[in-house]
């Protein structure tokens, strides 16, 4: 079903492919996206090396629900999605969120709502908040706990467990209004976190927010989050005791 | 395996440490041989007759007495070349009364300067850990590190924008200090992500820079502190990796 007043800005990552496919099979379809291309050789920060991937069981067993959205073919560029779903897209050449073509074809889209999924570590600016149009983000950490950068791997290490939370952004980092969370146990294969499993539960929150949208035709802002510890990126170290931790397993 | 967050001078290239990639349970040797050579440097470098400063002796013991409570068997892990009967003689280590009116004069309306913003975080956290304006300065610090991957000398009002030199040595090592010590008092673990982060900034910087500008002493402290640290958690989260 396609939802008229969502639309989505995605840039090329493999959080957007996520994001896609799931809303696809859960017939949650936004009435547009404006994907960011990546023109450059770089691989930017989400985006993934595709040889990293080649051999990498995409077909994976998921025992638990919790997992139903980590099912997804990382290779499948955005666009082919797109296509496929009959899903109206523009593709700007820019990885600048606030390049002026972005913010206009924004402006110039009649929804109301964007679901956000941008590059990594870029902050929303006022002028895509003067646009009027609200921005559905799901953070990667169980609000209000873990705000900020690479949560999940701090709360592996302190709670043994991940999260999500949907919110609508502001000008402030994750300091909401919060719409939805929850939080998931470990996945099997920690390595696969930054790409798989991370975007898999932000993707899993997206869906049940948008279920729930549709089924009461709007969003229900849970709590405004002024409280809560923010993190920075986690040091690589840290990251591998994330990773290897044998405890609670 | 070479450990790769220090290979290059960090306050030149720094380092985001953005979707580092997974390299196997062999980093933990790779950093534990990059520290100890820096270690082995420092102990090489002192003087016999040199003797440790209050400000290392007094972290030296709080960070000794919360191992004792917390984790004694990482006690013996932690030995930093310190002259023990220099840490003996102190009597009165607190200055309590300058430290609480130091911590209160410091205010975001106006500029910082940031060797005694740290000083005063310093003796504030060893008076008092859970005041809650040493969290509230020492996350302002964090955040301004943890974005520009500097600290500036002076912070302008409002603690966003920096000025001044922002290569000292010496602001960097006391950053790694406080961490410490703050992280020994309340084992949260983004103060030890942040710590690393300033471990591996120092140790990307020429040996004979650091030797002139930290104290002596000061370098081991800061290094076998965080070394403990991650043996402990390393240990509590069932990880074992081959030590040379």
């Known amino acids: 079903m396609i939802m008229n007043d969502i639309a989505m800005m995605a840039a090329d990552t493999s959080r957007s492919r996520v994001y896609v496919q799931s809303l696809v099979r859960n017939n949650l379809l936004p009435r547009f996206v404006l994907v960011l291309g990546n023109k450059a050789n770089t691989v930017l920060p989400g985006q993934i090396n595709n040889s990293d991937f080649e051999n990498t069981n995409q077909d994976m067993e998921i025992s638990h629900d919790y997992w139903s959205e980590a099912n997804n073919n990382l290779l499948e560029p955005i666009q082919a999605t797109l296509e496929a779903s009959s899903i109206e897209f523009e593709q700007l050449e820019t990885t600048n969120l606030h390049d002026p073509a972005v913010i206009k074809s924004i402006c110039d889209r009649p929804e109301s709502t964007f679901i956000y999924s941008g590059y990594g570590g870029v902050i929303l600016r006022k002028e895509l908040f003067l646009t009027g149009k609200k921005f559905l983000h799901v953070h990667g950490g169980y609000l209000p706990n873990y705000k900020g950068s690479t949560t999940n791997y701090y709360s592996l290490i302190v709670d043994n467990s991940i999260g999500a939370s949907s919110l609508f952004l502001d000008e402030d980092i994750d300091s909401g209004p919060m719409l939805r969370r929850k939080k998931f146990p470990p996945p099997e294969d920690r390595t696969q976190i930054d790409h798989i499993y991370d975007s898999a539960a932000r993707a899993k929150v997206l869906v049940e927010t948008l279920q729930e949208y549709q089924n009461s035709g709007e969003f229900q802002c849970k709590a405004d989050l002024e409280k809560g510890e923010t993190y920075f990126i986690i040091h690589p170290i840290l990251k591998h005791i994330a990773i290897l931790s044998k405890n609670n397993r | 395996m070479n450990y790769l967050y220090n290979q290059q001078n960090l306050l030149e290239a720094p380092e ?62 932690f030995c930093p070349h310190i002259k023990q009967e220099d840490v003996k003689n102190i009597n009165s280590p607190f200055d309590t009364d300058i430290d609480l009116a130091r911590m209160n004069n410091i205010f975001l309306d106006e500029s910082v300067k940031t060797s005694i913003l740290l000083d005063t975080l310093f003796g504030s956290i060893l008076l008092d850990v859970n005041n809650i304006n040493n969290k509230i300065w ?91 640290f991650l043996e402990i958690l390393l240990k509590a989260k069932g990880i074992e990796y081959d030590h040379e």
């Open chain 2, 16 to 77: 985001k440490y953005m979707y580092t990639k997974y390299q196997g349970i062999d980093l933990f040797q790779s950093y534990l041989n990059s520290r100890n050579n820096e270690l082995k440097k420092c102990r090489e470098n002192i003087s016999r007759s040199s003797s440790s400063s209050l400000i290392i002796q007094r972290a030296f013991i709080v960070i000794k007495q919360n191992l004792i409570s917390n984790s004694p068997n990482a006690l013996k892990s």
């Open chain 2, 138 to 228: 020492l996350d302002r610090l964090v955040q301004r590190f943890e974005v520009t991957k500097k600290l500036y000398e002076e912070y302008l009002p409002g603690f966003r924008k920096g000025r001044g030199q922002n290569n000292l040595i010496k602001l960097y090592w006391l950053f790694a200090l406080v961490l410490s010590i703050y992280y020994a008092e309340t084992n949260q673990i983004k103060y030890l992500s942040t710590l690393l982060k300033v471990c591996d900034l120092i140790t990307s910087l020429p040996f004979k820079d650091l030797a002139r500008d930290i104290p002596e002493f000061g370098l081991d402290l800061v290094l076998s502190s965080e070394i403990v």
